[in-house]
């Protein structure tokens, strides 16, 4: 199964659509983000049904 968004991608969190994410890694079907307002922040992790592209993202 390939991932739905390369690394790079620019996704938003369906549990929080405001905040900006990129994809920095993808392994074992999660996905490895930095969130873009805080990029020293812990990273975020999550899995493909829980992110949504910028097209999908409301108010985006």
């Known amino acids: 199964m390939e991932n739905k968004y390369p690394e790079g991608s620019i996704v938003y969190a369906k549990v929080n659509p405001g905040l900006k994410l990129a994809v920095r890694r993808y392994a ?10 805080h990029p020293l922040a812990k990273e ?17």
């Open 44 to 60: 975020l992790v999550y899995y493909e049904r829980e992110l949504m592209d910028g097209h999908t993202a409301v108010g985006n």
């Open 28 to 37: 074992r079907r999660i996905y490895y983000c930095t969130n873009l307002e």
